[in-house]
């Protein structure tokens, strides 16, 4: 695949588990072929959503080679192999590869606060054992790192480095990204609540996690983007954080909480692993209004 082919909406992918909590290839095929049939993009595969951080390597590898069956030469595939050795981060690398993903990308390494020649050797350690275009992710609320415009001078002299999956809150550090990288890098939006004010600043699409639960609705915004109908598109965006902001008051945590906005759409995917905590009986029905908002804010600007 082309890099140019890499843009617009990419749902960050969620792990789907069976009743008794292990990886379910049924369910994975189903997430898959639910947002292949919204028309979306591409997949970010093993990610935040993919809570990768609470999976071993074979299941990460398993989830890899499940969402590549089903949606290999459909969707672009990108498949983030960053974990907290080098070593499994390049056993990743390389069985996506295997496997035909399209890109690959990593956050730093975790835990350890290392200095950036450790981060730059980390990432270019992974890219010395695959050939696939690599995407940085910069993601310092969780990881504890900030991908700087200075390191990323650096880490764009490595060849395969094509962009950023930029998840920091500043809309500036897209800019910065494309200024230091140059028109061909690209640079995806990563936090969902900035989704319009992200492409307005240069990013050619997002990476993210609520995706999911309303894909038609990031559709529509970077439609009216390009259509340069700014007032509606920052409507609309106003109206999704108001989704998000309902996600993210459930007791359980929001990836729980879409995972039962997908269910009710008829999508099980399963729970949560935990430490991250599952919904309750009294979030059902803020569970129940939000999709009946997500319902009525379609119905406002797409259909």
């Known amino acids: 695949m082309r890099t140019d082919q890499l843009f617009g909406v990419i749902p960050a992918f969620y792990a789907c588990y069976d009743d008794e909590g292990e990886i379910s290839p049924s369910r994975t095929e189903a997430l898959a072929i639910y947002l292949y049939e919204k028309n979306v993009q591409g997949l970010y595969v093993g990610g935040s959503s993919g809570e990768c951080i609470y999976q071993n390597l074979e299941e990460r590898k398993a989830v890899l080679t499940h969402v590549a069956t089903y949606m290999r030469g459909k969707l672009a595939l990108i498949a983030h192999v960053g974990a907290p050795s080098t070593r499994d981060s390049i056993a990743l690398a390389k069985h996506a590869e295997s496997l035909g993903y399209d890109a690959i990308s990593a956050i730093p390494?975790?835990?350890?606060?290392l200095p950036d020649d450790s981060v730059l050797q980390y990432w270019n350690d992974i890219m010395e054992h695959c050939s696939l275009p690599f995407i940085a992710y910069n993601i310092?609320?969780?990881t504890g790192y900030t991908l700087t415009p200075s390191v990323f001078s650096k880490l764009i002299e490595n060849d395969k480095v094509i962009g950023v999956k930029n998840s920091s809150m500043p809309t500036m550090d897209i800019e910065r990204f494309k200024r230091v990288g140059?028109?061909?890098?690209?640079?995806?939006n990563g936090p969902d609540e900035q989704f319009v004010s992200g492409l307005m600043m240069g990013a050619n699409g997002g990476i993210g996690g609520t995706y999911a639960a309303m894909p038609e609705l990031f559709l529509k915004a970077i439609e009216l983007v390009k259509q340069g109908d700014m007032a509606t598109a920052i409507s609309l965006q106003s109206d999704i954080n108001e989704i998000i902001v309902k996600l993210c008051s459930c007791q359980g945590h929001m990836y729980a909480a879409i995972k039962d906005v997908l269910a009710i759409r008829g999508v099980i995917v399963g729970g949560v692993r935990k430490p991250l905590a599952s919904t309750t009986v009294e979030d059902v029905d803020m569970i129940m209004g939000i999709v009946n908002l997500i319902d009525q804010t379609i119905e406002k600007y797409v259909n």
Do not use: E, M, N
């Open 182 to 188: 140059g028109a061909d890098t690209l640079v995806f």
């Open 109 to 113: 390494p975790i835990y350890f606060k």
């Open 140 to 142: 310092p609320q969780t």
